[in-house]
């Protein structure tokens, strides 16, 4: 029974769909100008691992995650380049599937665009006028934050702090047009030199708050299974969200709010590209290998904070290459099995399993389920050693495996276009060997090193895998 602790209620929920057997499930993606970092990244494989373990589970997930190209940030970047918002737009939308991809990412369902459903926020923004909840002011439309009665449980924040907090932070411009300090910003009157767009208060653009409401509604329903992302958005981003939401649909927006956590760097400071402290993926993909990153990223529980450091990445390439060479030590045995049962190795592969999905449906703790990935490793290496091993047994723990380890993002069959090439090559350093011609022989040892290929001399045969 899979449990998730819920953001709004603060405790584990058993988890129960609006549909049987579908999951609708809504992130919020990047603001699309600059490269995504680590701690973007994060939340990014956070949420896909969440998305697998629930396909694994044989839910099928209606997944969609969105790209903020509608914003100052954007805006500011377009102009100190010379160039325009959509164009830069494109241009970290392109990176961003790029980059995500080399770290086996799945893409989503929809990663809808909010320059592409203007019409739909400025009709959204118009219900919330008309009901009330919201007033033109100066050509920017604002919410009426204290109107929504439970502004703040999502964030367990006080509004009368709010109050307080936001009157010493805001401007006298923005102070003379809201009816209230703490009231927030729905459609913005365009400066000049902005993107802008018709609406009926004037010339604008969309607030960020407001794009994931109109979007997520959009694809997923007034009302969804999950919402994710990272903890700085509980407040104010996602609890403006909610206040958006139900008060134009007076239905409940969100069943299970779900947060990750940060990722921080020495003196435990969150990575972030406003403190300049960030490393962005596509960069680091050209030094480290996209799988060691995605391992590092996955094998943390998804709510605990994250440390990068050079020697926690090392920690996870260690790991992640003891998975491999187990795998494919085993996987070598193939050659040599037998087609008759040796050792039924089924029940003790389907202990593991049930382990491991005791493990993730705890509100998917993976560092409980690589537990279980290891002892498959432990199983693996001891059965690898056997004199004598069957094609069946090899089998099962091969697939349980890829299955376990998929999930992570993690794929174990990622030699195949060298791994003709390479057996060839060890083949005729046995054979040299066998004929006493040792400088051939040293010389293809050497060639395989400098591959990065690691030879292991066995009783029954040279095996090699690929040092990670």
């Known amino acids: 029974m899979l ?64 790209f903020t190209d509608v914003d100052d940030k954007l805006i500011k970047k377009a102009n100190d380049e010379g160039t325009t918002v959509p164009e830069v737009a494109d241009r970290f939308i392109k990176a961003f599937y790029e980059d995500t991809a080399a770290i086996n990412v799945e893409k989503a369902t929809v990663n809808p665009r909010a320059s592409d459903n203007i019409q739909s926020i400025i009709d959204f923004v118009a219900d919330l006028v008309k009901k009330g909840y919201a007033y033109e002011s100066q050509g920017d439309v604002f919410y009426r934050t204290r109107k929504f009665k439970d502004y703040g449980e999502l964030s367990g924040q006080d509004i009368d702090q709010l109050v307080e907090g936001a009157s010493e932070h805001i401007g006298d411009d923005e102070f003379d047009k809201k009816q209230d300090p703490i009231d927030f910003v729905l459609w913005k009157k365009a400066k000049p030199n902005e993107i802008k767009w018709d609406s009926p208060w004037g010339e604008g653009r969309p607030g960020w708050h407001i794009e994931c409401s109109v979007m997520s509604t959009k694809y997923l329903g007034d009302t969804f299974d999950i919402h994710g992302g990272g903890q700085d958005l509980e407040f104010p981003h996602h609890e403006n969200e909610i206040a958006q939401s139900e008060a134009k649909t007076g239905k409940k927006f969100v069943n299970y709010w779900m947060h990750n956590g940060f990722v921080t760097v020495e003196d435990n400071e969150k990575m972030s590209k ?78 593991v399993i049930n382990d491991f999905k005791t493990a993730m449906d705890d509100d ?104 990670d």
């Open 3 to 66: 449990k998730i602790f819920n953001t709004l209620t603060r405790k584990k929920e058993e988890f129960k769909p609006l549909t049987p057997n579908e999951v609708k499930m809504y992130v919020c993606g990047p603001t699309v100008y600059n490269y995504i970092h680590i701690g973007n990244a994060r939340s990014i494989v956070a949420f896909d691992t969440v998305r697998r373990y629930l396909e694994f589970l044989g839910y099928k997930v209606d997944f969609v995650s969105n």
């Open 274 to 351: 406003s403190l300049g402290n960030f490393v962005t993926v596509h960069d680091l993909v050209k030094t480290t290998d996209p799988q060691v990153l995605r391992f590092f990223l996955s094998s943390t529980h998804y709510r605990r904070p994250l440390e990068y450091s050079q020697s926690n990445l090392q920690k996870a390439a260690d790991n992640l290459s003891k998975i491999k060479t187990a795998y494919n030590n085993l996987k070598f045995r193939l050659d040599d099995a037998t087609n008759e049962d040796s050792r039924d190795v089924k029940s003790e592969v389907e202990t």
């Open 364 to 467: 998917f703790n993976v560092q409980n389920g690589l537990t279980e990935i290891f002892n498959l490793v432990s199983l693996a290496n001891n059965y690898s050693s056997q004199t004598a091993v069957d094609k069946n047994s090899v089998n099962v723990i091969l697939k349980a495996m890829v299955d376990l380890t998929s999930i992570l993002g993690i794929e174990l069959d990622d030699q195949k276009d060298l791994s003709k090439e390479i057996q060839q090559m060890v083949d005729d350093r046995d054979n040299a060997r066998a004929n006493k011609d040792f400088v051939t022989s040293d010389k293809l040892r050497d060639q395989l090193k400098d591959m990065g290929v690691i030879l292991e001399d066995t009783p029954q045969g040279t095996r090699w895998h690929i040092n």
